[in-house]
């Protein structure tokens, strides 16, 4: 079976970092774009962070990551990055990646996902 697994999730302090990984097992990842995914509880699902799948190819953020989080991909190790810095308490969520073999567009929409992982917990609390 196909699958995504994160990783890299945890408790930080407000203005932290954490750095998380989404590992594809039994395919490619380099043929999919893959989308980061949180949901707080009680809210909706979001788009976080996009990338296409291209090495080194397009990226999007939700406005309120902008400036702070950044997508990265490696297909040399089937796995893609979200390096999150200046954490704040309202980025506490599970966070999920997900991948596509269309592109997510700009906005990084979550419909139309092929795969989605299982998600990992990130807190931000003083």
């Known amino acids: 079976q196909l699958q995504l697994v994160e990783s890299g999730g945890g408790s930080v302090q407000p203005g932290g970092s954490l750095r998380l990984s989404c590992a594809a097992s039994?395919?490619?990842?380099?043929?999919?774009?893959i989308g980061w995914f949180r949901q707080a509880p009680g809210k909706e699902r979001e788009g976080v962070s996009c990338?296409?799948?291209?090495?080194?190819?397009?990226?999007n953020y939700a406005d309120s990551v902008k400036g702070r989080f950044t997508i990265s991909r490696d297909n040399a190790k089937n796995t893609v990055y979200l390096q999150m810095n200046s954490l704040k308490p309202e980025d506490t969520a599970v966070y999920f990646c997900?991948?596509?073999?269309?592109?997510?567009?700009?906005?990084?929409?979550?419909?139309?996902?092929?795969?989605w992982g299982k998600g990992t917990l990130v807190t931000v609390s003083s």
């Open positions: 997900a991948a596509r073999l269309t592109p997510f567009g700009t906005n990084c929409d979550l419909r139309g996902v092929d795969y």
């Open positions: 039994r395919f490619t990842l380099d043929y999919y774009a």
């Open positions: 990338i296409s799948r291209s090495s080194g190819g397009s990226t």
